[in-house]
T-cell receptor
Framework: GAGVSQSPSNKVTEKGKDVELRCDPI?????LYWYRQSLGQGLEFLIY????????KSGLPSDRFSAERTGGSVSTLTIQRTQQEDSAVYLC??????????????FGEGSRLTVL | DQQVKQNSPSLSVQEGRISILNCDYT??????FLWYKKYPAEGPTFLIS?????DKNEDGRFTVFLNKSAKHLSLHIVPSQPGDSAVYFC????????????FGTGTRLQVML
């Protein structure tokens, strides 16, 4: 597809379960970002990939959160032992080069996670 | 600690009039500022940006103003159109952490016919 693709679009899970969220960036984009938006909050930075490496993972809220990127393309965000406070919309974005100064972060539609 | 603040959660404007969306920041290390627009069930899309070396940047109907001394920026939309109805997010980044944007909580703009 032409844009950033995320799956699933909606995920309802029980507290304590693990979840995986997938992001397929725009072809050729070397930089990939994960953000999340909790209810009533702004977008919160989680992690940034340049190629397959993550030079900035400072936003991951706990060690239950991890992410990887393979082949310089698809990324997976994994949340282990989910908690209710993990409920949020998880947004993935990609850009041609790393660095927000390009301004052009292309976002996907997000994955809405609800932890019961 | 909210470093980028959008104190107005919502704004209503008549079609054809000016919309002014405001954003304040607390971190003096921010040197690049952006506005994103978000429609329901879609991801945010980049709208306009400004570097701290400038105080104004214009792109068609959209103009962003930066007042560094007040740590304040604003987005002006003239004339406002119904299709501008969306949530607008202000974002900021710091030199050296250009990969990370700090977002405000957003302002929902409704342009009425």
């Amino acid at each position: 597809g032409a844009g950033v693709s995320q799956s699933p679009s909606n995920k309802v899970t029980e507290k304590g379960k693990d979840v995986e969220l997938r992001c397929d960036p725009i072809s050729g984009h070397t930089a990939l970002y994960w953000y999340r938006q909790s209810l009533g909050q702004g977008l919160e930075f989680l992690i940034y990939f340049q190629g397959n490496s993550a030079p900035d993972k400072s936003g991951l809220p706990s060690d239950r959160f991890s992410a990887e990127r393979t082949g310089g393309s698809v990324s997976t965000l994994t949340i282990q032992r989910t908690q209710q406070e993990d409920s949020a919309v998880y947004l993935c974005a990609s850009s041609l080069v790393g660095g927000a100064k390009t301004g052009e972060l292309f976002f996907g539609e997000g994955s809405r996670l609800t932890v019961l | 600690d909210q470093q980028v603040k959008q104190n107005s959660p919502s704004l209503s404007v008549q079609e054809g009039r000016i919309s002014i969306l405001n954003c304040d920041y607390t971190n003096s290390m921010f040197d690049y500022f952006l506005w994103y627009k978000k429609y329901p069930a879609e991801g945010p899309t980049f709208l306009i940006s400004i570097s701290s070396i400038k105080d104004k940047n214009e792109d068609g109907r959209f103009t962003v103003f930066l007042n560094k001394s007040a740590k304040h920026l604003s987005l002006h939309i003239v004339p406002s159109q119904p299709g501008d109805s969306a949530v607008y997010f202000c974002a900021a980044s710091k030199t050296g952490t250009a990969s990370k944007l700090t977002f405000g909580t957003g302002t929902r703009l409704q342009v009425m016919l």
